[in-house]
C-alpha cells in the first residue's frame, strides 16, 4: 500500500520522520510522500490548511492510499482529514498497534496487544460514533448503527475480560519466576531500542535461533533461557524493544512483559553503535527512562555497544559518548568480543564465591549435593586422592553453604569472587 507520512512539529521540535519511515516499512506500507510542517497544532486538521492543500494534491498524484501521522492526532481531525482527503488517515499510535498485532505470536502477546487497541478505542469511542453519523469517512465504517454508550460499554466489557484473562497469565509466569528463584541461579535481562540486535546477542549467548529481523519489534513476548556464561549458569531473558513516543497504553498493556525487567541481577542494555552519535546517546537516555518509569533503575547495568563491525573509529567515537556506566563494544553477529562480554557479565552477576573443600569419596549421602555442584558451579580444580576429592569450584552462596556441611573440618575455605 502507498502511503504519505506526515509530522507537524512544535518551533523547535526535531522531526521524527525516519523513524515513522520504518515503522511503515516494518509494516509493509510503501512511503511515496513526506511532509513536514512547523506550526501549533490547527484545532481541524492538526496541520494547516496551506499543508493540507499540498498534501491533497500529493494523494491525487501519486495515487496514496492512506496517510500516516507522526502525531497523536484527535478524532475529530482524523475524521475531517478523512473526509478531506477521501482516504483513511492513522496516527502513529494506531501505526504502532498494527505492527505489534502483525508480529504477536504468543497468546499473552496477542491479548496484551489487543487489551492496548481497545484501550486506544474506548478513549476515542464516543467521538468516533458521533462522527459516524453524520455521514461514513474512510476509517469511519460501520458504527452508524452503534448508540455511543453500547459502544462504549461493550469495549469496556471485552477490557474487563481480557485484564481476567492477562491475570490469569501473569499468575503462572509469577509460579516459573519463583520456581527459578528457588534455584538461586542469577537472571540476566536484555534490553534496549528496537532493532538494536538484542535477539541476535540472544542467539549468540545461548546458541539459539529466536527470530532475527531488520525491522522494528521483531521480539515482542519475553524468551528466557538457561545459559552459561564463564562458567556461571544464568537465565537469559530477551525482552520487547523500546521505541521513543511509546503510547502509554502499551506500556501498560506490556507492564507485565516488562516487569519481568524488575527481577533481574543484572541488566544488559544493548545499543546500536553504527548510528550517529546523537542518535545513541538519545536511544540511551530513552532506554535508561524507561527502565526507570518501570522501577528497574538500581538494577546493575552493562551498556552493550552493537554493531561494532560498522564502526571506523570506535574508540573516538564511544569517548563522545561520555559513557557513565560500564560497557562493552561487540558484533553479536560476527561475534567479536563476546569474549570481553562474558567477563564483563561474570564480573557483574555477583552472589559468586569460590570455594575450596575436601570431600570423603566414600560417603554416599554427599553425592547428591556434589552432582548438584557440579552441574551447577564452575568447577576450577577437582582431585581425587586417597579416597577424598578435593575440589575447588565458583559456584552460589548457597551451594557454597552445601559444599561447607559436606567438607572434612578445616579444610573448607571461602574466596571473594
Given amino acids: 500500500m502507498r502511503v504519505a507520512i506526515v509530522h507537524r512539529v512544535q518551533p523547535g521540535e526535531k522531526p521524527n520522520l525516519d523513524e515513522l519511515r520504518e515503522l511503515c516499512l516494518t509494516a509493509g506500507y510503501e512511503v511515496v510522500y513526506e511532509l513536514i510542517q512547523r506550526r501549533y497544532p490547527h484545532p481541524k486538521y492538526n496541520i494547516g490548511p496551506g499543508k493540507l492543500a499540498e ?20 478524532t475529530v481531525q482524523e475524521y475531517n482529514l478523512a473526509k478531506a482527503l477521501g482516504i483513511p488517515v492513522m496516527s502513529r499510535v494506531q501505526l504502532i498497534l498494527e505492527i ?3 508480529h504477536a505470536s504468543s497468546k499473552e502477546a496477542k491479548l496484551q496487544i489487543k487489551l492496548a487497541e481497545l484501550k486506544y478505542e474506548l478513549s476515542r469511542a464516543r467521538e468516533k460514533v458521533r462522527l459516524a453519523k453524520m455521514g461514513e469517512q474512510p476509517g469511519f465504517h460501520g458504527l452508524g448503527a452503534y448508540e455511543a454508550d453500547v459502544y462504549y460499554n461493550e469495549i469496556n466489557r471485552r477490557i474487563h475480560t481480557l485484564t481476567k484473562k492477562l491475570a490469569s ?14 534455584y538461586g541461579i542469577p537472571t540476566i535481562s536484555l534490553v534496549g531500542y528496537t532493532n538494536a540486535g538484542k535477539s541476535t546477542l540472544f542467539n549468540a549467548l545461548a546458541s539459539e535461533s529466536v527470530p532475527v529481523d ?16 564463564r562458567g556461571r549458569r544464568a537465565f537469559l531473558s ?35 553503535f553504527s548510528e550517529p552519535v546523537d542518535v545513541v546517546k538519545e536511544k540511551l537516555v530513552y532506554s ?26 570506535a574508540e573516538r567515537k564511544v569517548e563522545k559518548l561520555g559513557l557513565t556506566l560500564p560497557y562493552v563494544m561487540i558484533s553479536a553477529l560476527y561475534r567479536t568480543n563476546l569474549d570481553l562480554l562474558e567477563q564483563a557479565i561474570a ?14 569419596g566414600s560417603d554416599e549421602s554427599s553425592a547428591k549435593v556434589l552432582s548438584e555442584i557440579c552441574k551447577k558451579s564452575n568447577i576450577l580444580e577437582l582431585k581425587y586422592e ?32
Fill in 55 to 74: 498534501l491533497k494534491d500529493a494523494v491525487k498524484k501519486l495515487n496514496i492510499e492512506k496517510v500516516i501521522f507522526e502525531n497523536d492526532i484527535k
Fill in 100 to 102: 505489534f498485532s502483525l
Fill in 169 to 182: 497469565i501473569k499468575k503462572r509466569r509469577d509460579l516459573f519466576r519463583l520456581r527459578r528463584e528457588k
Fill in 214 to 229: 531488520n525491522r522494528l519489534f521483531t521480539t515482542l513476548s519475553t524468551t528466557i533461557r538457561l545459559v552459561k556464561i
Fill in 238 to 272: 530477551d525482552t520487547v524493544g523500546f521505541i521513543k513516543n511509546l503510547p502509554s497504553m502499551l506500556i501498560d498493556a506490556f507492564h507485565s512483559t516488562l516487569s519481568e525487567i524488575l527481577f533481574s541481577d543484572l541488566i544488559l542494555l544493548v545499543a546500536d
Fill in 288 to 313: 535508561l527512562e524507561t527502565l526507570g518509569s518501570i522501577g528497574a533503575h538500581s538494577i546493575p547495568t552493562l551498556i552493550v555497544l552493537n554493531k561494532i563491525d560498522l564502526v571506523s573509529d
Fill in 347 to 360: 564480573s557483574m552477576m555477583g552472589d559468586y564465591v569460590v570455594a575450596t573443600a575436601k570431600i570423603d
Fill in 386 to 417: 586417597d579416597g577424598f576429592i578435593n575440589l575447588k569450584v565458583e559456584t552460589p552462596n548457597y551451594l557454597a553453604e552445601k559444599l561447607k556441611r559436606l567438607s572434612l573440618v578445616k579444610s573448607f575455605r571461602v574466596e571473594g569472587s
